[in-house]
Nanobody
Framework: QVRLVESGGGLVQAGGSLRLSCAAS????????MGWFRQAPGKEREFVAA????????YQVDSVKGRFTISRDNAENTLFLQMNSLKPADTAIYYC????????????????????WGQGTQVTVSS
């Protein structure tokens, strides 16, 4: 099991940027596919972005394409989410997730496919 800790959330005005980080401990992130999810008040958790274990394949939900970029630094054992042109609709708690995938080059878009989760970091975008 890998321990995940998110950071980088905060309050930002619409149009601003934030960079979320997800630091892992306990195990190397290299064999893990990773993802970002978010949950807004009163709504279900939703997928945001995913990346495969090597970082060569990524996928983002349509609502964030062109604004959010997922990346990883396996040497630093860290996952990132660069968020630009933020909108009030992006306000949510953001969670990172990991799934042990040493034999697969896939990424995953469903929360049930991930076994390890962080505690989340709050992102609030004011209008």
């Amino acid at each position: 099991q890998v321990r995940l800790v998110e950071s980088g959330g905060g309050l930002v005005q619409a149009g601003g940027s934030l960079r979320l980080s997800c630091a892992a401990s306990g195990r190397s992130l290299s064999p893990y596919a990773m993802g970002w999810f978010r949950q807004a008040p009163g709504k279900e958790r939703e997928f945001v972005a995913a990346i495969n274990r090597s970082g060569g394949r990524t996928y983002q939900v349509d609502s964030v394409k062109g604004r959010f970029t997922i990346s990883r630094d396996n040497a630093e054992n860290t996952l990132f989410l660069q968020m630009n042109s933020l909108k009030p609709a992006d306000t949510a708690i953001y969670y990172c997730a990991a799934e042990y995938s040493p034999f697969s080059d896939s990424y995953y878009v469903s929360g049930v496919q991930y076994g390890d989760w962080g505690q989340g970091t709050q992102v609030t975008v004011s209008s």
